[in-house]
């Protein structure tokens, strides 16, 4: 288990950026990334993405990235066309925030 998640501090610096939520915890399984939500012990499996690419993407949310710079690396690096739909699931079950 990968700990990818940590307490956030907002300032008026990284208000305006995409963070991983500080209640996941990641493993990287043969089938892809599994994330649970400590919280609710929930399992989120972000499959059908290169396991690399998809963990470049998580260790930038560990440190922030705004919405214009994950929408950019998701479409590049994931080759995901509705980038909005992927990034607004991540943050609906609770994986960004």
């Not at 690396?73 to 980038?83: G, S």
Request: hydrophobic letters at 40%; zero cysteines; charged letters at 35%.
């Amino acid at each position: 288990m990968d700990k990818f998640a940590r307490q956030i501090i907002y300032s008026n610096n990284n208000v305006n950026k995409f963070f991983l939520s500080p209640y996941i915890d990641i493993e990287i399984g043969d089938d892809g990334i599994i994330v649970e939500r400590s919280d609710d012990g929930k399992f989120i499996m972000l499959g059908n993405h290169d396991t690399s690419s998809m963990l470049r993407i998580l260790r930038d949310l560990r440190e922030g990235v705004t919405f214009d710079e994950l929408k950019k690396k998701v479409e590049i690096e994931l080759n995901e066309e509705d980038a909005l739909t992927w990034i607004r699931a991540l943050y609906q079950k609770g994986i960004i925030e």
